[in-house]
């Protein structure tokens, strides 16, 4: 397959090791139109998942001594590529930015590094597999991160933290620690990864993926096989989780077109206990969670908790221990809670008095 790119200097092929594409008038990262951000009632309106194909490569690393070298040589437009079996033990760190219109490429072919470490803006990640380190760490501006797949890391598996206009697609991440994907920042796009058997280290805890900030656009991913069993003090396995955090608030954020699958806690989780995300604005809803297919295993899919303005639309939502779809507490006022459905004639939606200001709860049933 060829990924086209469409961008102000034309139109570029890029490849396999795998590249990208963008509509015209697109940053040719993100997929969305410069100087905007797509719309919460829009799920949708991220970029579309890329074709790709082989790239240009005429820098190759094939041995673990030459890496730090081809990195540090790497200027704007710059492919550097990886293959062989010489590189498993290699920490990858990035340090060298590309440009808007030149990204710095990394990619490969398959080939197998310990970690690898973004602190740069402009950069593409695509193709690595990265296993027993640190996982893949990210942070900067227009970055985008395919087509890998991180396995048997000690930390969690892909970070963005802190990025902007960045986009994380069509990754496969398994067996990682703590979260699968963790973004925080502005802009960013998380779509078509898969993401299984999440696991917690020192009584830490294991979800599929953490949100924090504003403008992101998480969509199509799949998440599946988070346990509880097996630890002295089990995690509370969540596909995705925010919380409030000594960062900015989190909003202006669509979770749309997921499936979460055989979790054993809950689909969405969102928890404002210190200071209630009040710092985010109020003209919209914080997060849009929408068209999501919930079977997890919790008694709730749905927890939000000291969390104002959330829009929870049209999910469907099983699970073998569910006593009821959706729990709204503790001043979580100004929700919108319409065309949900529970499985198996369990209740949908339980709302406090605390935060029934404000809200719309309509429409919702037991399947």
């Known amino acids: 397959m060829m990924r086209v790119w469409v961008t102000a200097l034309g139109v570029l092929l890029v490849g396999g090791c795998t590249g990208q594409s963008s509509s015209a008038g697109q940053n040719p990262q993100t997929g969305q139109n410069s100087g905007s951000s797509p719309s919460p009632s829009s799920p949708n309106s991220t970029a579309a998942p890329n074709q790709s194909g082989p790239p240009d490569c005429r820098h190759t690393v094939s041995r673990a001594d030459d890496v730090p070298a081809a990195?540090?040589?790497?200027?704007?437009?710059?492919?550097?590529?990886?293959?062989?079996?010489?590189?498993?033990?290699?920490?990858?760190?990035?340090?060298?930015?590309?440009?808007?219109?030149?990204?710095?490429?990394?990619?490969?072919?398959?080939?197998?590094?310990?970690?690898?470490?973004?602190?740069?803006?402009?950069?593409?990640?695509?193709?690595?597999?990265?296993?027993?380190?640190?996982?893949?760490?990210?942070?900067?501006?227009?970055?985008?991160?395919?087509?890998?797949?991180?396995?048997?890391?000690?930390?969690?598996?892909?970070?963005?933290?802190?990025?902007?206009?960045?986009?994380?697609?069509?990754n496969t991440v398994r067996h990682v620690d703590t979260a699968g994907i963790w973004i925080s920042g502005q802009r960013i796009a998380v779509s078509h990864n898969n993401v299984s058997a999440t696991v917690a280290r020192d009584n830490g805890d294991a979800d599929g993926m953490r949100f924090f900030g504003n403008g992101l656009r998480i969509t199509d991913n799949t998440i599946t096989d988070i346990s509880a069993t097996g630890y002295a003090n089990p995690p509370h396995p969540d596909c995705f989780q925010t919380y409030d955090s000594n960062g900015p608030p989190t909003y202006d954020v669509v979770i749309a077109g997921n499936t979460c699958r055989n979790v054993d806690a809950q689909c969405l989780i969102a928890t404002g206990d210190r200071s209630g995300n009040h710092a985010a604005p109020t003209g919209g809803p914080s997060i849009s969670f929408i068209g999501n297919t919930c079977a997890s295993n919790g008694a709730q899919a749905v927890n939000v908790r000291h969390w104002p303005n959330i829009e929870l639309r049209d999910n469907k939502i099983s699970g073998p221990n569910i006593t009821r779809g959706i729990i709204i507490i503790e001043g979580s006022s100004g929700c919108v809670v319409v065309g949900n459905t529970t499985a198996d004639g369990r209740p949908t939606v339980d709302i406090d008095n605390s935060s029934q200001q404000g809200s719309q709860v309509e429409h919702n049933s037991p399947g």
């Open 71 to 170: 990195l540090n040589a790497a200027s704007p437009g710059a492919t550097v590529c990886f293959t062989g079996h010489d590189l498993a033990d290699t920490d990858v760190a990035m340090n060298r930015p590309g440009s808007a219109n030149a990204p710095v490429r990394l990619f490969a072919d398959g080939a197998t590094v310990r970690s690898i470490h973004v602190s740069a803006d402009h950069v593409i990640v695509e193709g690595f597999t990265v296993a027993g380190g640190d996982g893949l760490f990210a942070k900067g501006t227009d970055l985008a991160v395919r087509h890998n797949t991180i396995q048997d890391t000690q930390r969690s598996g892909i970070t963005c933290d802190p990025c902007q206009n960045s986009i994380v697609e069509d």
